[in-house]
């Protein structure tokens, strides 16, 4: 069973706060990141797998909105299942592509619908799509290609968290844009030590493939 080693938790969790509050984030610099975001998509070439994936295909859904201070990104906490290898991490709205979806697209639409309860043929806006990211890092589990979409929302409806759902959070674009922010994440995996990159905003940890995602999507917007 993976093991996330948090030393520090409270010390990164507090800077993530007080960067909030910096003055060197002006408020224009904060917002309207989903204007400069459509603009990079329009001419984004996404990286496309070589390979055909041996279990199947998902979508997930990246919603950014222009809040009162900052534009922001929705994520969810999972719920704790059994048998789930994302169990309790931080993710989008989004799930494994059924033999009933026709397209990628349709499968985010019904997922999203299904998770949170938001239907975004008639609340986002298509901004484009990430590059497909494998699942296969994990030798004992088949590859899966997920891919990204992006959207904007502005007014949504109640958001209603299925069973899958623990915990929904807007996430400041800001907070992830600046790399001060990023720390080392230790982790055990069978026994064998392992280290990568993480976010910790508020209690909210931020790694692995949704980081991934985050990681080329913030690349469009920083210098």
Same mark, same amino acid.
């Given at each position: 069973?993976?093991?996330?080693? =948090?030393? &520090?938790?409270?010390?990164?969790?507090?800077?993530? !706060?007080?960067?909030?509050?910096?003055?060197?984030?002006?408020? =224009?610099?904060? !917002?309207?990141? %989903? !204007?400069?975001?459509? %603009? !990079?998509?329009?001419?984004? *070439?996404?990286?496309? *797998? =070589?390979?055909?994936?041996?279990? &199947?295909? *998902?979508?997930? *859904?990246?919603?950014?909105?222009?809040g009162l201070d900052a534009t922001e990104m929705l994520m969810i906490r999972r719920a704790t299942r059994e048998g789930d290898p994302w169990s309790g991490h931080m993710g989008f709205p989004g799930g494994r592509r059924d033999p009933g979806d026709p397209c990628n697209f349709s499968c985010v639409l019904r997922e999203t619908e299904e998770e949170i309860g938001v239907d975004l043929g008639q609340w986002g806006t298509r901004l484009g799509e990430l590059s497909d990211v494998n699942t296969g890092w994990r030798a004992d589990q088949p590859e899966m290609l997920v891919t990204p979409f992006v959207f904007r929302v502005a007014e949504l409806p109640e958001l209603t968290p299925n069973h899958e759902v623990d915990d929904v959070v807007w996430v400041p674009l800001h907070f992830l844009m600046d790399h001060r922010n990023r720390e080392p994440l230790a982790w055990e995996w069978k026994g064998q030590k392992m280290e990568t990159d993480s976010y910790l905003y508020d209690s909210y940890r931020i790694w692995g493939l949704s980081l991934m995602m985050i990681d080329e999507m913030i690349g469009m917007l920083n210098p």
């Open positions: 069973m993976m093991c996330l080693l =948090d030393a &520090g938790r409270e010390v990164v969790a507090e800077r993530a !706060r007080q960067h909030l509050l910096e003055p060197h984030s002006s408020k =224009d610099q904060m !917002r309207d990141l %989903s !204007r400069q975001l459509e %603009s !990079r998509l329009l001419t984004f *070439a996404k990286g496309e *797998a =070589d390979f055909e994936p041996r279990a &199947g295909r *998902a979508a997930v *859904a990246i919603m950014v909105r222009e």
